[in-house]
Protein backbone atom coordinates (compact mmCIF):
# COMPACT_ATOMS: atom_id res chain seq x y z
CA UNK A 1 0.00 0.00 0.00
CA UNK A 2 1.60 3.25 -0.64
CA UNK A 3 1.73 6.45 1.52
CA UNK A 4 -1.01 8.19 -1.21
CA UNK A 5 -3.52 5.24 0.16
CA UNK A 6 -3.05 6.05 3.68
CA UNK A 7 -4.22 9.47 4.04
CA UNK A 8 -6.80 10.09 6.60
CA UNK A 9 -10.39 10.11 4.66
CA UNK A 10 -12.04 12.37 6.97
CA UNK A 11 -10.34 15.47 8.10
CA UNK A 12 -8.22 15.85 11.21
CA UNK A 13 -9.46 16.78 14.39
CA UNK A 14 -9.42 20.92 15.46
CA UNK A 15 -7.71 19.72 18.60
CA UNK A 16 -4.66 17.20 19.93
CA UNK A 17 -5.35 15.42 22.86
CA UNK A 18 -3.52 12.64 25.04
CA UNK A 19 -1.06 12.44 27.72
CA UNK A 20 2.57 12.55 27.48
CA UNK A 21 3.99 9.16 25.40
CA UNK A 22 6.41 8.71 28.24
CA UNK A 23 3.75 8.22 30.84
CA UNK A 24 3.53 4.01 31.10
CA UNK A 25 -0.35 3.49 30.08
CA UNK A 26 -0.39 1.74 33.83
CA UNK A 27 0.23 5.59 35.45
CA UNK A 28 -2.33 7.12 33.37
CA UNK A 29 -4.64 7.31 35.91
CA UNK A 30 -7.53 9.18 34.05
CA UNK A 31 -7.40 6.04 31.52
CA UNK A 32 -7.55 3.54 34.29
CA UNK A 33 -9.82 5.39 36.45
CA UNK A 34 -12.18 5.30 32.38
CA UNK A 35 -10.75 1.19 32.44
CA UNK A 36 -12.03 0.61 36.18
CA UNK A 37 -15.41 2.29 35.24
CA UNK A 38 -15.70 0.30 32.19
CA UNK A 39 -14.51 -3.18 34.26
CA UNK A 40 -17.25 -2.64 37.11
CA UNK A 41 -20.16 -1.71 34.25
CA UNK A 42 -19.34 -4.40 32.36
CA UNK A 43 -19.07 -7.00 35.49
CA UNK A 44 -22.60 -6.29 36.00
CA UNK A 45 -23.64 -6.55 32.61
CA UNK A 46 -22.58 -10.18 32.84
CA UNK A 47 -23.61 -11.18 36.05
CA UNK A 48 -27.07 -10.03 34.78
CA UNK A 49 -26.99 -11.73 31.32
CA UNK A 50 -26.99 -14.93 33.76
CA UNK A 51 -29.61 -13.51 36.56
CA UNK A 52 -32.51 -12.29 33.56
CA UNK A 53 -32.76 -16.07 32.39
CA UNK A 54 -32.39 -17.80 35.80
CA UNK A 55 -34.99 -15.32 36.48
CA UNK A 56 -37.26 -15.97 33.78
CA UNK A 57 -37.08 -19.78 34.29
CA UNK A 58 -38.14 -19.37 37.90
CA UNK A 59 -41.35 -16.87 36.97
CA UNK A 60 -42.96 -18.72 34.11
CA UNK A 61 -40.59 -21.99 33.80
CA UNK A 62 -40.26 -21.65 29.88
CA UNK A 63 -36.89 -22.05 28.27
CA UNK A 64 -38.17 -19.98 25.74
CA UNK A 65 -39.18 -17.44 27.57
CA UNK A 66 -35.49 -17.42 28.98
CA UNK A 67 -33.90 -16.95 25.59
CA UNK A 68 -36.51 -14.14 24.79
CA UNK A 69 -34.55 -12.08 27.11
CA UNK A 70 -31.28 -13.11 25.56
CA UNK A 71 -32.47 -12.35 22.22
CA UNK A 72 -34.16 -9.22 23.29
CA UNK A 73 -30.87 -8.06 24.77
CA UNK A 74 -28.66 -8.06 21.92
CA UNK A 75 -31.10 -6.73 19.18
CA UNK A 76 -31.20 -3.77 22.01
CA UNK A 77 -27.49 -3.23 22.19
CA UNK A 78 -27.09 -3.14 18.55
CA UNK A 79 -29.48 -0.12 17.72
CA UNK A 80 -28.61 1.25 21.08
CA UNK A 81 -24.92 1.26 20.13
CA UNK A 82 -25.85 3.27 17.12
CA UNK A 83 -27.51 6.01 18.87
CA UNK A 84 -24.66 6.00 21.44
CA UNK A 85 -22.13 6.38 18.87
CA UNK A 86 -23.79 9.43 17.23
CA UNK A 87 -24.50 10.98 21.06
CA UNK A 88 -20.48 10.69 21.29
CA UNK A 89 -19.80 12.70 18.42
CA UNK A 90 -22.26 15.38 19.73
CA UNK A 91 -22.38 15.26 23.47
CA UNK A 92 -20.76 15.89 26.55
CA UNK A 93 -19.36 12.14 26.53
CA UNK A 94 -19.17 12.38 30.52
CA UNK A 95 -22.25 13.25 30.68
CA UNK A 96 -23.75 10.16 29.05
CA UNK A 97 -21.53 8.20 30.71
CA UNK A 98 -23.11 9.39 34.23
CA UNK A 99 -26.36 9.23 32.85
CA UNK A 100 -26.27 5.53 31.70
CA UNK A 101 -24.81 4.63 35.21
CA UNK A 102 -27.31 6.63 37.26
CA UNK A 103 -30.31 5.05 34.66
CA UNK A 104 -28.96 1.93 35.75
CA UNK A 105 -28.40 2.09 39.03
CA UNK A 106 -31.88 3.33 39.20
CA UNK A 107 -33.50 1.07 37.83
CA UNK A 108 -32.20 -2.01 38.93
CA UNK A 109 -33.17 -0.89 42.36
CA UNK A 110 -36.63 0.09 41.13
CA UNK A 111 -36.28 -3.71 40.43
CA UNK A 112 -34.78 -5.06 42.79
CA UNK A 113 -38.15 -3.68 44.78
CA UNK A 114 -40.20 -5.18 42.52
CA UNK A 115 -38.53 -9.16 43.18
CA UNK A 116 -38.49 -8.00 47.35
CA UNK A 117 -42.27 -7.35 46.98
CA UNK A 118 -42.69 -10.31 44.91
CA UNK A 119 -44.90 -8.43 42.20
CA UNK A 120 -42.17 -9.36 39.49
CA UNK A 121 -43.68 -10.55 36.29
CA UNK A 122 -42.50 -12.14 32.82
CA UNK A 123 -43.11 -8.19 31.34
CA UNK A 124 -41.56 -6.83 34.05
CA UNK A 125 -38.04 -8.92 33.80
CA UNK A 126 -38.04 -8.24 29.95
CA UNK A 127 -38.69 -4.95 30.30
CA UNK A 128 -36.04 -4.08 33.00
CA UNK A 129 -33.13 -6.32 30.88
CA UNK A 130 -33.88 -4.41 27.82
CA UNK A 131 -33.84 -0.70 29.01
CA UNK A 132 -30.65 -1.79 30.85
CA UNK A 133 -28.92 -3.01 27.88
CA UNK A 134 -30.31 -0.08 25.99
CA UNK A 135 -28.24 2.20 28.42
CA UNK A 136 -24.89 -0.12 28.12
CA UNK A 137 -25.37 -0.71 24.25
CA UNK A 138 -25.39 3.73 24.36
CA UNK A 139 -22.45 3.92 26.83
CA UNK A 140 -20.22 1.76 25.12
CA UNK A 141 -19.62 3.66 22.08
CA UNK A 142 -19.31 6.36 24.16
CA UNK A 143 -16.04 4.88 26.53
CA UNK A 144 -14.98 3.93 23.74
CA UNK A 145 -14.25 6.97 21.57
CA UNK A 146 -12.91 8.64 24.59
CA UNK A 147 -9.82 6.56 24.95
CA UNK A 148 -8.86 8.19 21.99
CA UNK A 149 -8.34 11.87 24.12
CA UNK A 150 -7.25 9.98 27.15
CA UNK A 151 -4.04 7.31 25.25
CA UNK A 152 -1.21 8.82 22.88
CA UNK A 153 -1.36 7.17 19.43
CA UNK A 154 1.68 5.16 20.52
CA UNK A 155 0.17 3.55 23.49
CA UNK A 156 -3.17 2.68 21.96
CA UNK A 157 -2.61 -0.84 20.73
CA UNK A 158 -1.27 -1.07 24.66
CA UNK A 159 -4.95 0.42 25.53
CA UNK A 160 -6.94 -1.90 23.63
CA UNK A 161 -4.84 -4.91 24.40
CA UNK A 162 -6.48 -4.28 28.22
CA UNK A 163 -9.47 -3.13 27.51
CA UNK A 164 -9.38 -7.21 26.73
CA UNK A 165 -8.46 -7.91 29.71
CA UNK A 166 -11.33 -6.30 30.79
CA UNK A 167 -13.70 -8.18 28.79
CA UNK A 168 -12.60 -11.79 29.14
CA UNK A 169 -12.24 -11.14 32.70
CA UNK A 170 -15.92 -9.65 33.20
CA UNK A 171 -16.92 -12.87 30.75
CA UNK A 172 -15.37 -14.96 33.00
CA UNK A 173 -16.04 -13.90 36.47
CA UNK A 174 -20.03 -12.22 35.95
CA UNK A 175 -21.45 -15.64 35.68
CA UNK A 176 -20.43 -17.42 39.06
CA UNK A 177 -21.09 -14.11 40.91
CA UNK A 178 -24.58 -14.04 39.33
CA UNK A 179 -25.33 -17.86 40.41
CA UNK A 180 -24.14 -16.94 43.76
CA UNK A 181 -26.06 -13.95 44.62
CA UNK A 182 -29.12 -15.45 42.93
CA UNK A 183 -29.18 -18.61 45.32
CA UNK A 184 -28.84 -16.10 48.36
CA UNK A 185 -32.31 -14.80 47.08
CA UNK A 186 -33.72 -13.26 43.77
CA UNK A 187 -33.46 -9.51 44.29
CA UNK A 188 -29.23 -9.92 45.35
CA UNK A 189 -28.02 -10.29 41.69
CA UNK A 190 -29.51 -6.54 41.09
CA UNK A 191 -29.09 -4.51 44.13
CA UNK A 192 -25.06 -6.19 43.54
CA UNK A 193 -25.36 -4.57 40.30
CA UNK A 194 -26.64 -1.77 40.84
CA UNK A 195 -23.87 -1.56 43.33
CA UNK A 196 -21.45 -1.64 40.43
CA UNK A 197 -22.54 1.12 38.71
CA UNK A 198 -22.15 3.67 41.71
CA UNK A 199 -19.07 3.25 41.65
CA UNK A 200 -18.46 2.75 38.27
CA UNK A 201 -20.24 6.70 37.94
CA UNK A 202 -17.78 7.57 40.78
CA UNK A 203 -14.67 6.43 38.96
CA UNK A 204 -16.30 8.63 35.67
CA UNK A 205 -16.06 11.94 38.07
CA UNK A 206 -12.16 11.37 38.96
CA UNK A 207 -11.35 12.07 35.20
CA UNK A 208 -9.67 14.85 35.26
CA UNK A 209 -8.71 15.15 31.51
CA UNK A 210 -11.47 16.11 28.65
CA UNK A 211 -12.75 13.04 27.32
CA UNK A 212 -13.62 14.80 23.53
CA UNK A 213 -11.74 17.14 21.65
CA UNK A 214 -12.93 20.31 20.94
CA UNK A 215 -15.30 20.90 17.63
CA UNK A 216 -15.33 23.61 15.12
CA UNK A 217 -19.15 23.55 14.38
CA UNK A 218 -22.06 21.53 15.06
CA UNK A 219 -23.75 18.89 13.46
CA UNK A 220 -27.77 18.47 13.66
CA UNK A 221 -28.94 14.66 15.04
CA UNK A 222 -30.09 12.51 12.89
CA UNK A 223 -30.55 9.13 10.75
CA UNK A 224 -28.34 11.26 8.29
CA UNK A 225 -25.24 11.66 10.81
CA UNK A 226 -25.79 7.99 12.44
CA UNK A 227 -25.29 6.05 8.89
CA UNK A 228 -22.07 7.95 8.33
CA UNK A 229 -20.38 5.36 10.57
CA UNK A 230 -21.10 3.11 8.03
CA UNK A 231 -20.05 5.10 5.27
CA UNK A 232 -16.61 5.47 7.03
CA UNK A 233 -16.53 1.71 7.60
CA UNK A 234 -16.92 0.76 3.75
CA UNK A 235 -14.63 3.52 2.61
CA UNK A 236 -12.12 3.02 4.61
CA UNK A 237 -9.29 0.64 2.83
CA UNK A 238 -7.75 -0.88 6.35
CA UNK A 239 -11.27 -0.85 8.50
CA UNK A 240 -13.47 -2.42 5.64
CA UNK A 241 -11.45 -5.64 4.84
CA UNK A 242 -10.99 -6.27 8.73
CA UNK A 243 -14.40 -6.10 9.51
CA UNK A 244 -15.38 -7.73 6.51
CA UNK A 245 -13.52 -10.86 8.20
CA UNK A 246 -14.77 -10.19 11.56
CA UNK A 247 -18.60 -10.22 10.72
CA UNK A 248 -17.84 -14.02 8.56
CA UNK A 249 -15.75 -15.17 11.53
CA UNK A 250 -18.64 -14.36 13.95
CA UNK A 251 -21.10 -16.67 11.82
CA UNK A 252 -18.38 -19.43 12.06
CA UNK A 253 -16.40 -18.99 15.70
CA UNK A 254 -19.49 -16.57 17.75
CA UNK A 255 -18.60 -17.73 21.49
CA UNK A 256 -21.86 -18.19 22.22
CA UNK A 257 -22.33 -20.30 19.09
CA UNK A 258 -19.28 -22.31 19.93
CA UNK A 259 -20.12 -23.08 23.25
CA UNK A 260 -23.41 -24.56 21.98
CA UNK A 261 -21.69 -26.40 19.96
CA UNK A 262 -19.44 -28.30 22.53
CA UNK A 263 -22.10 -28.16 25.09
CA UNK A 264 -24.20 -30.34 22.32
CA UNK A 265 -21.40 -32.39 21.50
CA UNK A 266 -20.00 -33.23 24.72
CA UNK A 267 -24.39 -34.14 25.59
CA UNK A 268 -24.37 -36.33 22.13
CA UNK A 269 -21.44 -38.24 23.42
CA UNK A 270 -22.50 -39.23 27.36
CA UNK A 271 -20.16 -36.44 28.82
CA UNK A 272 -21.21 -35.52 32.45
CA UNK A 273 -22.12 -31.99 33.58
CA UNK A 274 -18.68 -32.06 34.89
CA UNK A 275 -17.14 -32.65 32.03
CA UNK A 276 -18.98 -30.36 29.68
CA UNK A 277 -18.56 -27.23 32.40
CA UNK A 278 -14.49 -28.64 31.98
CA UNK A 279 -14.97 -28.65 28.64
CA UNK A 280 -16.62 -24.84 27.98
CA UNK A 281 -14.27 -23.86 30.95
CA UNK A 282 -11.48 -24.56 28.35
CA UNK A 283 -12.79 -22.64 25.78
CA UNK A 284 -13.39 -19.74 27.96
CA UNK A 285 -10.17 -19.55 29.44
CA UNK A 286 -7.92 -19.81 26.14
CA UNK A 287 -9.76 -16.55 25.58
CA UNK A 288 -8.95 -15.06 28.82
CA UNK A 289 -4.71 -16.41 28.72
CA UNK A 290 -5.37 -14.70 25.00
CA UNK A 291 -6.14 -11.51 26.65
CA UNK A 292 -3.45 -11.31 29.02
CA UNK A 293 -0.87 -11.90 26.60
CA UNK A 294 -2.41 -9.13 24.08
CA UNK A 295 -0.59 -6.47 25.24
CA UNK A 296 2.91 -8.43 24.65
CA UNK A 297 2.00 -9.87 20.85
CA UNK A 298 0.64 -6.40 20.04
CA UNK A 299 3.93 -4.87 20.76
CA UNK A 300 6.33 -7.82 19.05
CA UNK A 301 4.23 -9.13 16.44
CA UNK A 302 3.13 -7.37 13.21
CA UNK A 303 -0.48 -6.70 12.41
CA UNK A 304 -0.35 -8.61 9.27
CA UNK A 305 0.84 -11.87 10.70
CA UNK A 306 -1.57 -11.71 13.59
CA UNK A 307 -4.62 -11.28 11.37
CA UNK A 308 -3.10 -13.60 8.85
CA UNK A 309 -2.32 -16.32 11.54
CA UNK A 310 -5.46 -15.90 13.59
CA UNK A 311 -7.63 -16.38 10.28
CA UNK A 312 -5.70 -19.28 8.93
CA UNK A 313 -5.96 -21.07 11.89
CA UNK A 314 -9.56 -20.83 13.03
CA UNK A 315 -10.44 -23.29 10.04
CA UNK A 316 -7.75 -25.18 10.49
CA UNK A 317 -9.18 -25.76 14.44
CA UNK A 318 -12.36 -26.35 12.88
CA UNK A 319 -11.19 -29.41 11.21
CA UNK A 320 -9.42 -30.69 13.92
CA UNK A 321 -12.31 -30.96 15.74
CA UNK A 322 -14.04 -33.32 13.21
CA UNK A 323 -11.05 -35.39 14.30
CA UNK A 324 -10.82 -35.16 17.62
CA UNK A 325 -11.69 -38.00 20.39
CA UNK A 326 -13.48 -37.48 23.43
CA UNK A 327 -15.20 -34.45 24.99
CA UNK A 328 -12.04 -32.10 26.31
CA UNK A 329 -9.84 -31.66 23.44
CA UNK A 330 -12.59 -30.22 21.66
CA UNK A 331 -12.33 -27.25 24.56
CA UNK A 332 -8.83 -27.10 24.10
CA UNK A 333 -9.11 -26.30 20.14
CA UNK A 334 -11.93 -23.82 20.72
CA UNK A 335 -9.67 -22.68 23.34
CA UNK A 336 -6.65 -22.13 20.93
CA UNK A 337 -8.55 -19.70 18.64
CA UNK A 338 -10.20 -18.04 21.23
CA UNK A 339 -6.59 -17.14 22.55
CA UNK A 340 -5.88 -15.60 19.32
CA UNK A 341 -9.17 -13.20 19.07
CA UNK A 342 -7.98 -10.62 21.94
CA UNK A 343 -5.10 -9.89 19.76
CA UNK A 344 -7.13 -8.84 16.44
CA UNK A 345 -9.31 -7.16 18.79
CA UNK A 346 -6.32 -5.31 20.11
CA UNK A 347 -5.19 -4.29 17.19
CA UNK A 348 -8.50 -3.66 15.52
CA UNK A 349 -9.96 -1.05 17.86
CA UNK A 350 -6.24 0.68 17.73
CA UNK A 351 -6.85 1.25 14.11
CA UNK A 352 -10.44 2.99 14.61
CA UNK A 353 -8.82 5.07 17.90
CA UNK A 354 -5.77 6.45 15.45
CA UNK A 355 -7.35 6.52 12.17
CA UNK A 356 -11.05 8.09 12.60
CA UNK A 357 -10.51 11.41 13.92
CA UNK A 358 -12.48 12.81 17.02
CA UNK A 359 -15.73 13.78 16.24
CA UNK A 360 -16.02 10.65 13.41
CA UNK A 361 -15.22 8.28 16.69
CA UNK A 362 -18.15 7.47 18.26
CA UNK A 363 -19.89 6.64 14.79
CA UNK A 364 -17.40 4.24 13.76
CA UNK A 365 -17.69 2.51 16.77
CA UNK A 366 -21.31 2.22 17.13
CA UNK A 367 -21.09 0.71 13.07
CA UNK A 368 -18.73 -1.58 14.61
CA UNK A 369 -20.76 -2.80 17.30
CA UNK A 370 -23.64 -3.14 15.07
CA UNK A 371 -21.78 -5.00 12.26
CA UNK A 372 -20.07 -7.51 15.14
CA UNK A 373 -23.40 -8.28 16.52
CA UNK A 374 -25.36 -8.81 13.46
CA UNK A 375 -23.75 -11.82 12.24
CA UNK A 376 -23.76 -13.57 16.08
CA UNK A 377 -27.32 -14.64 15.85
CA UNK A 378 -27.80 -16.24 12.77
CA UNK A 379 -24.09 -18.30 13.83
CA UNK A 380 -26.25 -19.28 16.31
CA UNK A 381 -28.69 -20.40 14.90
CA UNK A 382 -26.88 -21.88 12.31
CA UNK A 383 -25.21 -24.40 14.52
CA UNK A 384 -28.50 -25.14 16.29
CA UNK A 385 -30.30 -26.24 13.17
CA UNK A 386 -27.60 -27.77 11.78
CA UNK A 387 -26.89 -30.11 14.79
CA UNK A 388 -30.33 -31.04 14.96
CA UNK A 389 -29.82 -31.76 11.22
CA UNK A 390 -27.02 -34.11 11.10
CA UNK A 391 -24.97 -33.85 14.56
CA UNK A 392 -21.20 -32.56 15.02
CA UNK A 393 -19.74 -33.38 11.94
CA UNK A 394 -22.02 -30.81 10.06
CA UNK A 395 -21.42 -28.09 12.50
CA UNK A 396 -17.88 -28.52 12.62
CA UNK A 397 -17.99 -28.55 8.85
CA UNK A 398 -19.93 -25.36 8.33
CA UNK A 399 -17.21 -23.82 10.96
CA UNK A 400 -14.19 -24.91 8.74
CA UNK A 401 -16.00 -24.11 5.58
CA UNK A 402 -17.37 -20.36 6.86
CA UNK A 403 -14.18 -19.62 8.74
CA UNK A 404 -11.76 -20.36 5.36
CA UNK A 405 -13.82 -18.24 3.03
CA UNK A 406 -14.10 -15.70 5.91
CA UNK A 407 -10.22 -15.72 5.51
CA UNK A 408 -9.80 -14.87 2.00
CA UNK A 409 -9.86 -11.53 3.07
CA UNK A 410 -6.33 -11.33 4.58
CA UNK A 411 -4.94 -12.06 1.32
CA UNK A 412 -5.60 -8.77 -0.14
CA UNK A 413 -2.71 -6.55 -0.45
CA UNK A 414 -3.70 -4.47 2.25
CA UNK A 415 -4.07 -7.52 4.91
CA UNK A 416 -0.91 -8.71 4.13
CA UNK A 417 1.12 -5.20 4.44
CA UNK A 418 -0.64 -3.86 7.51
CA UNK A 419 1.11 -0.40 8.75
CA UNK A 420 1.23 -0.14 13.13
CA UNK A 421 -1.57 1.76 14.40
CA UNK A 422 0.83 4.16 15.71
CA UNK A 423 2.00 5.08 12.14
CA UNK A 424 -2.02 5.44 11.20
CA UNK A 425 -2.19 8.10 13.51
CA UNK A 426 0.33 10.11 11.20
CA UNK A 427 -1.18 9.47 8.08
Known sequence: MTIEHRRPLLPPDTAVAGP????????????????SSRFLAGLGKESGEVAYPLLMLTLAGSAAEAGLVGAAQVATTMVAAVVGGSLA??????????????????????????????????????GTAVVSSAFMGVSNPVAMAAI?????????????????????????????????????????????????YLVSGALILRIRRPMQARHEGTERM???????????????PILRPMLAWI???????????????????????????????LTVSLAGTGGLLGALAAGVVVRQVRPSTIF????????????????????LPLGLIV???????????????????????????????????FMSLLSQPIGIL????????????????????????????TLGPTMRDLPRPEDVARW
Open 335 to 369: GCVFAAVPCVNAVFYSYVATSVPDRYQGRALGAVT
Open 148 to 196: KQLVPPAQMAEAAAQNQIRFFTTTALGAPLAGFLFSLGRAYPFLAEALL
Open 382 to 409: MVGLLFDLAGPTLVFLMMAVVSALAALF
Open 308 to 327: LCTAWAAPVCALALLVAPGV
Open 89 to 126: DRVNRRAVLLVCDLGRLLLLLAFAGTLLSGHATAPTVI
Open 20 to 35: AATTPLLRNQDFQSLW
Open 222 to 236: GPRGAVLGFVLLARH
Open 247 to 277: VCFNLAFTQTGAFLALIATADDRGASHLVVG
